[in-house]
């Protein structure tokens, strides 16, 4: 299982105004808006999963600006 932050434009917003709403630590406040521009689109997630040979693995989108990758080995 890996669940992360995707990379969008709309997680970068939320980002942007949660982090200065939630805190008035200047650390947050560029930390924040930089996870999301560090993280994977779900397009660079599938392609990863597919390199590394996780087939049929679930990726689904989960609140607020996430992922969700699951995936069991077949015995």
Do not use: K
């Amino acid at each position: 299982m890996i669940n992360d932050l995707v990379r969008a434009r709309s997680g970068l917003i939320l980002a942007y105004v949660a982090t200065r709403l939630l805190t008035s630590s200047r650390v947050v406040h560029a930390d924040g808006p930089q996870s999301v521009r560090a993280a994977l689109t779900l397009n660079e997630v599938r392609a990863l999963a597919e390199r590394a040979g996780l087939d049929n693995c679930s990726l689904v989108r989960r609140w607020p600006c996430r992922f969700l990758l699951t995936w069991m080995r077949n015995n």
